[in-house]
């Protein structure tokens, strides 16, 4: 306690008064002391327990992780919790403080403000990972370290440009940006080695990434201590002849009055502020602030375009799968084709409609409405056709706002460059959006959110449509207070104005390079699926190395604002390296074919402002037919790239059907052509005057460098894409494969369905699935892998896809719990039609190698095909007999149809069994083995309201022999009680007389029929040889199998998501699966339970007679 000046006087009395010094070091000691408490606890105490991981323990692995310490086990964890609950205080009154203090400082900078907000946001997530520890909830747990250090980017450069350039702090000021750098440049080497030990699972890895992430703690709590220089306590300084007492702050605890002096105005206090004190020349670090605060409020504006633009791709790249989905579900062309040309819309800039002209061009936000339109046409109901065509419009009027607003700045070529820039990011934003997202974009109007489980996929429509509403209006205030009105002029307005063949040249450019965008760049893993070729694969992943395809489009953008890298990137020999970049993207395979398509795109992107400012250049007194020109010319491109798959119903698809690689030429050519006319472009804008760049040259950098966190932060927060799958009946060495047609991934009433798919597949209890038609990574289908979140939801680390999309075929998939070993790709022979994937695998199945088979045969108007496809694949499966195998695939016949019919060359020349001979009720999809033992087989409905494809799924189950069997077909216990089996039948034969009758009391128990345990059926199934060229097993009740190899009850009368049991007779007469068991086997458990039966009936315990 400390007395006031006027003890006399309440009002004036001090009642406490602490040093904030003395508060920043509370802080400090408590949060050091909390973690090294930890630390210290855990490894004298649970050292073993505490460095181990999923994969590797002590001694591969001797450093604990921040969370093994601080969560997992008592006492450490309980010393901790309360430790930082003691830091709590100190941590709210230092922010507090540093609030108070700012405010006084820069009474009109929104940065304090900012700050604080920052702050409380910081702390609040630092107790989210603190007191949620990865043992409680380790989503919650990650989600909420991720954020706490994407948080610390905006806290940390605040608190460093806040803290004052004056002598006094100057070494406050130092020691932010040095440990503030450190920080995040630790960032790097923590998530190198957390992929080294997560995707390669190098034993010490992750004891290095510990290391690493303690330096983080260590980092973040020296960055708080600085706060101790701000408030450094009173000292004397000699100053001539004179003490001079440096300033110091208190924390007090005061009733405020307005008899305060001024000897006290060294504390803070909670009082009004005097509004008769004469204002302050603001110093030149304030000055800065300002101008900072007012940049801030243009960064707003620069975030809405680039939102925007974002909003612009995901319509976009959504027409194509919805028109699509049309053809595919009527198996013909429906109409709603026409819809691809809505992108041709900026032809009305031409019509003569003098308003309608004049509008569009001068507001150029109410085209982009569209783009809200778009967003919002999710919440039309029906079948999607409204969807369609709300979300065509949305695209049409989008495109006219795109062009009115590059028309606008045509005159400035710094305008025009940044309004590119903003549309290229955009596009990055959508990729980057899709990487973190499973490949799927949460905007598309097919996506959407619900409370039902059925309809949920993972839409944030209402969330981006709010952002949208914002955005738009942000923009629309922005431009409407300084712009000038645009009127069509009958003379050129451009200096660079072209002549005829020059503008058809940057018209087939622009049209060109824009549907190169789209065709490869609109998601992160479309070059990964050209590049990918099946195991072993040393070659690059659709997740992580996504982010490599974003880095490389980010590095595109910087090059087009950089004019010495932009005029190498506008040169013959970069087109020449471009154009080998595209072959080698079509004709290698892993990192050969993927790193060019990098470098492609990086140099697709960089072009497209100055292919943009070459179609101006073409445009005279409108911009309407130019654009409509190349918009038209991209959609046709769009055409060729989806003739060359095309169904054998498509009209002249023979004439590019598997012809990717005329598609990719002719579009390179186009990109060459629209070279030509820009050397002399570039020369009238290298005369004319651009003002300066600087402040969207910093957006820029911060834009990209935010997208690059946020690539690593993805990569961070999805780390079960690494962890290993785990069998669902691994003890009784179970393998339940399945396989299901599903249509590109877009249901009956055209929703994404891949959650629906996962959700049935995780019911069903599959460890091996695959799927047909799912090559979703072209323009129709969005550019999308529909395999990420079914692997990634159902713990499938092993996903093989192909062949590729340049490879034209609709694409098969395999994902599975077990590791693949090897596995090829096939394109079956298809002189007709399209063309039929095949995937060739290899899976370590419980140790015990097991080939799988995924092929989808042509249709049926091309019967050669079929039977060219069906004898290829014969041969494979021959060739490698009696290797144990699974074949699942889509045969387009009748069971036992003579030949050329594809059953007989598949199932008898490739010397396989069918799971289910007198199930004659199938066409597409089979299933056939060998090697292994069949004890189940399902057919399960679609689904319903509506229904996830065309196509029934198929089920089945099978045990997998051990290794080098040995001939036994019974474990000793089941031999024995086969052996009293058969004596107990000897007996009853031999003993049927009336004596034996009246004996049959006295001899009850000993003419028992011995149970035979379940468990014994499964482990004498480890141990028998497997069928390989007949199987001798019959149908069987379900309750004469173990629990554990049925299928799931819950499909008797449907589940959630609407599927059933369909076709095949069940145990109770209805429909059910089917179960297959050796005839004796099954006499045997037949007679037990009559024996059984009988017992119970003497007994009085059932009602059986």
């Known amino acids: 306690m400390k007395e006031g000046k006027n003890a006399a006087d309440p009002l004036n009395s001090l009642l406490c008064a602490v040093h904030a010094e003395r508060l920043a070091q509370l802080h400090t000691i408590l949060s050091a002391a909390a973690f090294l408490s930890a630390l210290v606890l855990g490894i004298s105490l649970h050292y073993h327990k505490i460095v181990r991981n999923q994969y590797y323990g002590y001694p591969d692995e001797w450093f604990p992780s921040v969370s093994a310490t601080i969560g997992d086990w008592f006492p450490e964890r309980n010393v901790f919790h309360l430790l930082i609950a003691l830091t709590s205080g100190p941590r709210f009154l230092l922010m507090l403080l540093t609030f108070l203090i700012h405010r006084v400082q820069r009474p009109t900078s929104s940065l304090p403000s900012v700050l604080a907000v920052v702050a409380a946001l910081r702390t609040l997530l630092c107790g989210g990972w603190v007191y949620v520890t990865s043992s409680d909830h380790a989503d919650a747990h990650d989600a909420c370290m991720v954020l706490y250090i994407v948080s610390n980017l905006p806290y940390m450069i605040l608190q460093t440009l806040l803290t004052p350039n004056t002598p006094a702090a100057r070494p406050a000021k130092t020691a932010r940006r040095l440990l503030g750098t450190s920080f995040f440049a630790t960032l790097v080497p923590l998530v190198y080695f957390y992929l080294r030990h997560k995707s390669d699972r190098i034993a010490g890895a992750y004891s290095i990434y510990a290391l690493f992430e303690w330096t983080l703690i260590v980092l973040d709590i020296s960055f708080d201590s600085i706060s101790i220089l701000d408030f450094v306590a009173p000292t004397s300084v000699a100053s001539g002849n004179e003490a001079v007492v440096s300033p110091s702050i208190e924390l007090a605890a005061q009733v405020a009055s307005a008899q305060t002096t001024a000897s006290e105005s060294n504390g803070v206090y909670l009082a009004p502020a005097d509004p008769t004190a004469e204002a302050q020349e603001p110093g030149a670090v304030i000055k800065a602030l300002r101008k900072m605060d007012m940049a801030s409020r243009g960064a707003g504006g620069w975030a809405a375009e680039v939102y925007l633009a974002f909003l612009f791709w995901t319509n976009l790249t959504a027409i194509g799968p919805m028109i699509f989905y049309s053809s595919v579900w009527a198996m013909g062309l429906s109409g709603d084709e026409v819809a691809l040309f809505c992108i041709i819309s900026p032809i009305v800039l031409s019509l003569p409609i003098p308003f309608l002209s004049n509008f569009l061009l001068n507001s150029p936000t109410s085209g982009d409405l569209g783009l809200l339109v778009g967003v919002a046409s999710r919440y039309l109901e029906g079948e999607g056709a409204e969807r369609l065509r709300a979300a065509a419009f949305g695209v049409g009027l989008a495109a006219i706002a795109r062009v009115a607003s590059w028309w606008e700045v045509r005159k400035d070529p710094a305008r025009l460059e940044g309004r590119a820039i903003v549309f290229l990011l955009g596009l990055v934003l959508s990729v980057l959006v899709k990487f973190a997202n499973y490949s799927l974009n949460p905007l598309w109007p097919f996506m959407r959110s619900s409370s039902n489980p059925k309809e949920e996929n993972g839409g944030w429509n209402g969330i981006g449509l709010a952002v949208g509403v914002w955005a738009w209006c942000e923009v629309a205030l922005r431009r409407r207070r300084g712009r000038t009105a645009v009127v069509p002029s009958a003379s050129p307005v451009n200096s660079a104005t072209q002549g005829w063949m020059a503008s058809i040249a940057s018209i087939v450019g622009f049209g060109s390079l824009f549907f190169l965008l789209h065709f490869l760049y609109t998601d992160s893993g479309t070059t990964i699926a050209w590049s990918w070729n099946g195991y072993p694969s040393t070659g690059p992943f659709a997740f992580p190395h996504g982010a490599i395809t974003i880095a490389a489009l980010s590095a595109g953008i910087l090059v087009a604002s950089t004019p010495r890298y932009l005029a190498f990137a506008r040169s013959s020999m970069a087109f020449t390296v471009a154009c080998a970049s595209a072959a080698a993207l079509y004709a290698s395979d892993s990192w050969p074919s993927f790193l060019p398509g990098c470098l492609l795109g990086m140099y697709a992107v960089s072009l497209f402002p100055s292919f943009l400012s070459s179609i101006l250049a073409a445009s005279t007194s409108s911009p309407g037919i130019p654009f409509a020109l190349a918009f038209f010319y991209y959609a046709v491109l769009e055409l060729a790239s989806t003739w060359t798959v095309a169904y054998a119903f498509v009209p002249a698809g023979w004439l590019l059907r598997e012809r990717t690689d005329i598609v990719l030429g002719w579009t390179m050519a186009g990109v060459g052509i629209g070279l030509l006319p820009l050397r ?58 399945g ?25 069903a209890e599959v460890d091996v699935v695959a799927m047909l038609e799912t090559d979703d990574h072209r323009v129709v289908g ?29 694409g098969a998939a395999l994902i599975s719990k077990f590791p693949i070993l090897r596995s090829s790709h096939h394109l079956l022979p298809s002189p007709n039609g399209e063309l039929a994937p095949a995937i060739y695998a290899t899976l370590d199945v ?68 069918d799971i289910s001979p007198k199930d004659l009720d199938r066409w597409c999809q089979y299933i056939l083995y060998r090697g292994l033992h069949r004890v189940g087989y399902a057919r399960l409905s679609r689904g319903s309201d509506p229904s996830v494809t065309d196509s029934e799924a198929q089920l089945g189950k099978f045990v997998v022999p051990l290794p080098r069997s040995t001939g036994s077909s019974y474990t000793r216990s089941a031999e024995a009680a086969k052996a009293a089996f058969a004596l107990q039948q000897e007996q009853r034969n031999s003993t049927f007389t009336e004596e034996a009758e009246k004996g049959e009391e006295k001899n009850k128990e000993v003419l028992r029929i011995p149970p035979i345990p379940l468990e014994d059926y499964v482990s004498h199934l480890h141990q028998s040889p497997a069928p390989v060229d007949s199987d001798a097993t019959v149908w069987t009740p379900e309750r004469y199998m173990p629990p554990s ?39 045997w458990r037949r007679l037990w339970e009559i024996d059984e039966l009988e017992r119970l009936a003497s007994t009085g315990e059932c009602g059986v007679q």
């Not at 396989?739 to 019911?763: C, N, P």
């Not at 969005?782 to 609709?810: C, E, F």
Request: a negative charge; charged letters at 20%.
């Open 846 to 913: 419980y140790g015990t190698e097991v080939d799988v088979v995924v092929a989808h045969n042509g249709q049926e108007e091309d019967p050669l095909d079929r039977e060219l496809q069906s004898k290829e694949l014969g041969r494979l499966m021959r060739e490698s007999w009696p290797k144990p195998t699974v074949f699942l695939g889509y045969l387009v016949t009748t069971p036992h149809a003579e030949r050329p019919a594809p059953y007989k060359l598949v199932v008898e020349d490739g010397r396989m069994l």
């Open 739 to 763: 396989i299901w047609t599903v249509h590109f991934g877009l249901d009956g009433y055209m929703w994404e369905s891949s959650r629906r798919i996962a959700q049935f597949f995780k019911e």
């Open 782 to 810: 969005g550019n999308r892998d529909i395999t990420q979140y079914i692997a990634h939801s159902l713990n499938m680390p092993y996903v093989d896809i192909g062949p590729g999309p340049q490879k034209n075929t609709w």
């Open 680 to 737: 002399r472009l570039a020369a009238s804008q290298a005369s004319s005057s651009a003002p300066t760049r600087s402040r969207r040259t910093s957006y820029l950098h911060i834009t990209l460098l935010l997208i690059s966190l946020a690539s690593v932060f993805s990569i961070i927060h999805h780390r079960s894409f690494f962890q290993p799958g785990v069998p669902h009946h691994a003890e009784e060495r179970l393998l339940t494969a």
């Open 1045 to 1083: 190899l049925r299928f799931p009850a819950q499909f008797y009368e449907g589940n959630a998501g609407g599927h059933r049991y369909i076709v095949l007779t069940g145990e109770k007469g209805g429909e059910g699966p089917n179960y297959m068991m050796d005839p004796e086997e099954k006499e």
